[in-house]
């Protein structure tokens, strides 16, 4: 059974740096793509960042892009989010989800992520 699991989230200032991880148990890094998404108070989700398991390449939205770099170990099976240049409007629940292992990355689209974690708060003051 697929378990995703988020760790490193909290309070920082604007401008602050934060590191999120997504330790991955019963999930193999061949294939398909693992995300970060997060949904502010009032707000749909919003994909974030992801990365393909297999070779590593990111992809990143606009809004986070130069600001925030998601990398993959596979020998730890996990996922992180170094966030830098942290902004107020970066404030939100931010989950990490994965694709079933060999299934095509849906990007953005959340609800063809199979499995999901159970999100970890980021909060950030002006």
């Not at 740096?17 to 999930?27: E, I, T």
């Not at 994909?47 to 993959?72: C, E, H, M, N, Q």
């Amino acid at each position: 059974q697929v378990q995703l699991v988020e760790s490193g989230g909290g309070s920082v200032q604007a401008g602050g740096s934060l590191r999120l991880s997504c330790a991955a148990s019963g999930y193999t890094f061949s294939g398909g793509c693992m995300a970060w998404f997060r949904q502010a108070p009032g707000k749909e989700h919003e994909g974030v960042a992801l990365i393909y398991t297999g070779s590593g390449i990111p992809v990143y939205a606009d809004s986070v892009k130069g600001r925030f770099t998601i990398s993959r170990d596979r020998l730890k099976y996990t996922v992180s989010l170094q966030m830098t240049s942290l902004k107020p409007e970066d404030t939100a629940m931010y989950y990490c989800a994965a694709v079933a292992v060999g299934g095509n990355c849906p990007l953005w689209t959340r609800y063809k992520y199979h499995y999901w974690g159970q999100g970890t708060q980021v909060t950030v003051s002006s």
